[in-house]
């Protein structure tokens, strides 16, 4: 089973900048993915992959595994539908994996920017606490409603531990 932990990032006016400089640049590099894609017929990972790949790093000036994310975040989003070019926001929230984002700590996450790793505070409820024990995968970097956010997918091999139950004697809220 899975669920998804939202934990609330505090960082200071310098590292929202950052955070928001990323996230445009990764949106712009997306709208320019997906018009490659568009252009070229071409929608599957791999090919878009070999497609924009090199260009994406140079013209964008993206890491290697963020222009990896921005090539998935344009495929996942042809999935659904083939038949309209994709635009993404400008704040649009972005896939991060574990080679760009890392809990440091309880009150800490490493995420990467545009100008190298930050350290940005966050804080967050014992439930989701006791829910990132379990995160598998990518997070979202996102930024809603004048706050940041990561959005962290939780996955659960027993379901038994989600039962009322076992929330109230292990996962108290």
């Known amino acids: 089973m899975k669920l998804v932990a939202n934990i609330k990032l505090q960082p ?37 992959h070999k497609l924009v790949y090199q260009e994406t790093r140079e013209r964008f ?9 921005c090539i998935a975040k344009v495929a996942d989003a042809y999935k659904l539908d083939k038949k309209t070019q994709r635009v993404f926001r400008s704040l649009g ?3 991060y994996d574990d080679r760009l984002f890392r809990l ?13 790793r930050i350290k940005v505070s966050y804080v967050c409820g ?20 004048g706050h940041w956010y990561i959005a962290a997918v939780c996955d ?10 076992q929330l109230n004697s292990s996962y108290p809220i």
Do not use: Y
Not at 104 to 116: A, F, P
């Open 156 to 165: 659960f091999d027993d379901p038994a531990l989600l039962t009322p139950d």
């Open 126 to 145: 014992d439930h989701q606490r006791r829910l990132l024990e379990h995160r598998k995968g990518e997070v979202d970097l996102m930024f809603v409603r």
């Open 61 to 69: 000036n993206l890491a290697s595994q963020v222009s990896v994310r």
């Open 93 to 95: 929230a972005q896939p």
């Open 12 to 48: 200071t006016p310098e590292q929202a900048d950052l955070l928001q400089q990323t996230l445009e640049r990764c949106n712009a590099a997306c709208n320019w993915i997906s018009e490659q894609a568009w252009g070229a017929e071409m929608f599957r990972q791999f090919d878009l």
């Open 104 to 116: 440091v700590s309880d009150e800490q996450v490493s995420i990467w920017t545009l100008h190298g």
